[in-house]
Nanobody, 125 residues
Framework: QVPLVESGGGLVQAGGSLRLSCAASGRTFSSYGMGWFRQAPGKEREFVAAIRWSVGSTYYADSVKGRFTISGDVPRNAVYLQMNHLKPVGTAVYYC??????????????????WGQGTQVTVVS
């Protein structure tokens, strides 16, 4: 399988911004869309945002609406997450994922068939 590789995580103060990137390493593959999830210590992986390539539709968790923006590069199977006005509660490992089956459940991990290894985002107050 062609792996997904995230980058752009780091340490930031509350109110600051980070831009996460995710792209296929090496040979590209086809997907119907991509998404971002995050997982804090001791918590389940939760949906953050997703984008569907065919219509350019974007979806966001209520907790990040108005602060995060997802965008993508279809030929490269790359997806980006611009995160503004970050909060300490956003501290987590952020994962990107690819929808390989035109899933109707993009807000759930089961809707994706390929995942990256994650990148740590730490927001300090």
């Amino acid at each position: 399988q062609v792996p997904l590789v995230e980058s752009g995580g780091g340490l930031v103060q509350a109110g600051g911004s980070l831009r996460l990137s995710c792209a296929a390493s090496g040979r590209t593959f086809s997907s119907y869309g991509m998404g971002w999830f995050r997982q804090a210590p001791g918590k389940e992986r939760e949906f953050v945002a997703a984008i569907r390539w065919s219509v350019g539709s974007t979806y966001y968790a209520d907790s990040v609406k108005g602060r995060f923006t997802i965008s993508g590069d279809v030929p490269r199977n790359a997806v980006y997450l611009q995160m503004n006005h970050l909060k300490p509660v956003g501290t987590a490992v952020y994962y990107c994922a690819a929808d390989l089956k035109d899933s109707s459940i993009l807000e759930f991990p089961a809707g994706y068939g390929r995942w990256g290894q994650g990148t740590q985002v730490t927001v300090v107050s």
